[in-house]
């Protein structure tokens, strides 16, 4: 037994050194560096746009009218259905007219009256007439005895203050005959007040429209100034937004450019201005109107900002009164920019930059200048060229002097991306064959123009 013991150990240092020989020859460990990494890369992509700015905006009926009592009376009947459209003068509500018709019948009396009294005051002015005749007639006869000293004084002053009342009464009925005149005319006017009034009780709409609910009952007491419903007419509306001075300095700007030498900016050439509007459900801006007002008092200082106003057809009842939209207003003629995807402009404390591959395969860094950001789509002023290859994806395991194993693509601007307009149908009505109007998406689009903020 000790003899086997003895054989195992004498055999293990000859083991372990015969691997320890064998390590020692094996081949050397060297360094292998990873391979280049993967990016994706592409090219910009040149694009037409036209600038315009977009703002928040609220909708509102060109026509809309409140339906009031002008008298006070008990509501008789209702004669419409809620909701419903109706004409200017159709009958909405009959209010009591009972004591209305009495005032009439009473005003009616009252002038009948007038009339007879200013046939009384004109006869009493012939008879009045006829007496200051007689007595001056006397007192030209008394006058002549007098001087032919066939008369007595007393007789010649007699003659005269009869001659002088006769005077007064002639002019006091010439002034009865004007005082019933104008009672009369009070009359007149008293009754038609009273036919006013009566005509009042029968409610009427004053607009073509849809009506709304109505605010009384049957059998309610109503006042002057009652509101009863109100009547909308939905045919056009307006919306009306704000735009900060800076925007509107730029868009005055433009549209100065587009006039001749020397002429003014006036009214109607904001008015020619198309403005496009779009509802929280809408892809792109669907609707079409024009520019139709802007506040004459200017920018509010408080807020610093300008009030305007569009107008826009809605046949289709696309709108609503009170719908909050959105405005967009183009700021000038299409011009063609360079666009690359927002992602791919990085910033840091030297500024906005792009990572671009250099014909060595190895990353550089590009500052570039971005005027405006729009839709996931940055607008590249300058620091780029239409063959510079950008780094889009493995951004984060690039960096500049880095060789990269690049892959090329090709990135296009979606139409509901970038709410590209479509060109105008005939760009011969508005002279300029090569002009290209911004009006919104609809996706279907051939001939494009985008707008970019």
Same mark, same amino acid.
């Given at each position: ?13 000859? %083991? ?12 050397? $460990? ?18 037409? !746009? ?7 905006? &609220? ?50 009396? *009252? ?6 009294? !200013?046939? /009384?005051?004109?006869?009493? /002015? ?13 007192? /030209? ?10 008369g007595s004084q007393a007789q010649l002053d007699a003659a005269i203050a009869e001659n002088d009342a006769a005077v007064a009464a002639l002019k006091s009925a010439k002034a009865n005959v004007q005082a019933a005149i104008a009672d009369k005319s009070r009359s007149e006017a008293t009754l ?14 004053? !607009? ?35 735009? *900060? ?32 509007? +779009? ?14 007002? &802007? ?18 057809? $809605? ?19 299409? +011009? ?10 990085? +910033? ?8 671009? !591959? $250099? ?11 971005? *005027?405006? $950001?729009?839709?996931?789509?940055? /607008? ?18 690039? +960096? ?46 051939? %001939?494009?123009? *985008?707008?970019?903020?």
């Amino acid at each position: 037994m000790k003899r086997v013991q003895t054989s195992l150990l004498v055999g293990l240092p000859v %083991t372990v050194m015969f691997a320890f020989m064998i390590g020692c020859n094996s081949a050397k $460990n060297d360094y292998q560096p990873p391979p280049p990494p993967d990016v994706t890369v592409t090219t910009p992509v040149q694009q037409q !746009i036209t600038p315009f700015m977009e703002q928040n905006g &609220v909708v509102e009926a060109v026509e809309e009218a409140d339906v009031r009592s002008r008298v006070l009376g008990f509501v008789e009947s209702i004669d419409f259905e809620p909701g419903r459209e109706v004409t200017a003068g159709q009958v909405l509500y009959q209010i009591e007219p009972d004591q209305y018709e009495a005032a009439v019948n009473s005003a009616q009396a *009252s002038v009948e009256s007038a009339e007879a009294a !200013i046939e /009384v005051a004109k006869a009493l /002015v012939g008879t009045a007439e006829a007496e200051a005749m007689r007595t001056a007639q006397n007192l /030209v006869r008394e006058r002549s005895m007098m001087e032919k000293q066939a008369g007595s004084q007393a007789q010649l002053d007699a003659a005269i203050a009869e001659n002088d009342a006769a005077v007064a009464a002639l002019k006091s009925a010439k002034a009865n005959v004007q005082a019933a005149i104008a009672d009369k005319s009070r009359s007149e006017a008293t009754l038609a007040q009273a036919k006013l009034d009566l005509g009042y009780t029968t409610v009427t709409s004053p !607009i073509d429209g849809r009506i709304a609910k109505t605010d009384v009952k049957t059998g309610n007491l109503v006042e002057n100034g009652t509101k009863l419903t109100a009547v909308v007419n939905h045919e056009r509306m307006f919306a009306n937004f704000s735009v *900060s001075d800076r925007e509107i300095l730029r868009l005055m700007k433009a549209k100065r450019a587009a006039l001749p030498p020397d002429t003014k900016l006036t009214e109607p050439d904001w008015s020619t201005i198309k403005v496009y509007l +779009r509802r929280e459900s809408d892809d792109g801006f669907p609707i079409t109107g024009f520019l139709d007002y &802007v506040d004459q008092e200017g920018v509010d200082p408080a807020t610093g900002t300008l009030g305007l106003r569009a107008v826009f057809e $809605n046949a289709d009842d696309l709108l609503i009164p009170g719908l909050f939209v959105t405005i967009r207003m183009p700021l000038g003629d299409p +011009r063609k920019v360079t666009l690359v995807p927002e992602y791919a402009v990085l +910033r840091d404390q030297r500024g906005q930059y792009c990572l671009v !591959i $250099n014909a060595e395969k190895k990353v550089e860094r590009a500052n570039v200048s971005v *005027s405006q $950001n729009v839709s996931g789509w940055s /607008v590249v002023e300058s620091g780029l060229t239409m063959d510079s290859r950008i780094v889009i994806d493995g951004v984060q395991r690039a +960096r500049p002097g880095l060789e990269v194993n690049a892959t090329d693509t090709t990135v296009e601007v979606s139409d509901l991306e970038l709410m590209r307009g479509i060109a105008d149908p005939d760009p011969s009505d508005s002279g300029e064959s090569d002009k290209v109007d911004a009006v919104p998406a609809t996706g279907d689009a051939e %001939t494009t123009t *985008s707008e970019v903020e």
